[in-house]
């Protein structure tokens, strides 16, 4: 790994992640500017500059590494080993002032996803993992919960607008009413949530690769499951499954 081991990459990520997150509070609880995109999401300079922090950074000190991230798109596609970059996930919390939003640095090399950070700039946390390292979050080990029913857990969504994905609202309405409770902890805090223990389940819908790419080992090294709606085990499959483990295919049988 051009000689920097993986625990040598997660401390780069997390550093790189907190760094951006500077970035993003000097925008936060402020007046501006929103633009939407062409798939309807909304977008700001905070964005576009953190993100490009980001990518500046990884370039210089990783100059064959592979980038793809959100706001400007995919570099060097057949590089072994790439960083997925997502500046601010949760723009829609951002922009409205809501702590619940983060900044997400995922890398995989040779398509397996190998380390994720979520940083949560507003709330001063930061969940990381790398492949066998475990995920640690405040310093500790962080661990999915036993909750072992699906009557007795919290799942959580980032929209219960359910009638923006016609062919999922009759799914995410019968596992709304089997849980103990439902909740719109959505974004990247939810599956925070769901690697450390505070929340059983974490579903959405939609799904982009920059959104998946640091949960995938955020939520497996806390010993939890990470799937599409099909059960598969991936960053691509344009819907995101995140569980304690247990209750993975009890929450896929409702879907």
């Known amino acids: 790994m051009a000689g920097e081991s993986l625990r040598d990459l997660l401390e780069i990520a997390v550093e790189l992640s907190e760094k951006a997150g500077e970035i993003t509070l000097k925008h936060f609880q402020s007046q501006l500017v929103v633009e939407t995109k062409p798939d309807t999401s909304p977008v700001t300079i905070a964005d576009r500059e953190t993100e490009t922090y980001i990518r500046q950074t990884i370039e210089s000190r990783f100059p064959h590494d592979g980038l793809i991230g959100e706001e400007f798109g995919e570099r060097r596609p057949k590089a072994r080993r790439r960083w997925i970059i997502d500046p601010i996930d949760g723009t829609f919390s951002f922009i409205h002032g809501v702590p619940l939003y983060g900044v997400l640095i995922g890398m995989e090399q040779e398509d397996e ?29 962080a661990q999915v919960s036993t909750t072992p029913e699906i009557s007795d857990a919290v799942w959580l969504t980032t929209d219960l607008k359910f009638d923006a994905y016609p062919g999922q609202r009759a799914p995410l309405n019968r596992l709304a009413g089997l849980g103990r409770g439902a909740r719109t902890w959505g974004d990247c805090y939810g599956y925070a949530l769901v690697a450390t223990g505070r929340a059983d389940v974490m579903i959405d819908p939609l799904m982009h690769v920059w959104d998946c790419a640091p949960l995938l080992p955020i939520i497996e090294e806390a010993n939890g499951r990470f799937t599409d709606w099909q059960g598969q085990r991936t960053i691509r499959g344009g819907s995101a499954v995140a569980s304690n483990g247990l209750l993975h295919d009890q929450v896929l049988a409702c879907l």
Do not use: D, F, M, N
């Open 113 to 141: 996803s190998l380390l994720g950070v979520i940083h949560l700039p507003a709330l001063k946390e930061t969940i990381a993992a790398a492949r066998g390292e475990g995920c640690h979050w405040r310093g500790q080990r």
